[in-house]
Nanobody, 122 residues
Framework: QVQLVESGGGLVQAGGSLKLSCVVS????????MGWYRQAPGNQRELVAN???????NYADSVKGRSTISRDYAKNTVYLLMNSLKPEDTGVYYC????????????????WGQGTQVTVSS
């Protein structure tokens, strides 16, 4: 069983910064891509940023230049540093990982964290 646990959300004033963390735990697995999505009330879940196993990154236009996604392979952790936060960055941020699980064979699954609330006040 693979689990993702996010941390680092909270309330911050506009212009401030937050760093989100997501730890992947379990047994007999390896991680392919990881990323962060967010969902604001009344909106669909949208990609914020992702990072592949080759460290290739991709950002939503709305956060490009203000955010940095990174991975610590030894800790199975992905981070999202967000600077110059805006009220429109408010939402629940979900960590995502595409994982290979080694059991009777090798299977790829998508896993999600439970979400962490980010609220940016104006």
């Amino acid at each position: 069983q693979v689990q993702l646990v996010e941390s680092g959300g909270g309330l911050v004033q506009a212009g401030g910064s937050l760093k989100l963390s997501c730890v992947v735990s379990g047994s007999r697995f390896s991680i392919n891509a990881m990323g962060w999505y967010r969902q604001a009330p009344g909106n669909q879940r949208e990609l914020v940023a992702n990072i592949t196993s080759a460290n290739s990154t991709n950002y939503a236009d709305s956060v490009k230049g203000r955010s940095t996604i990174s991975r610590d392979y030894a800790k199975n952790t992905v981070y999202l540093l967000m600077n110059s936060l805006k009220p429109e960055d408010t939402g629940v941020y979900y960590c995502y990982a595409n994982v290979k699980v080694y059991s009777s064979g090798v299977y790829s699954y998508d896993y999600w964290g439970q979400g962490t609330q980010v609220t940016v006040s104006s």
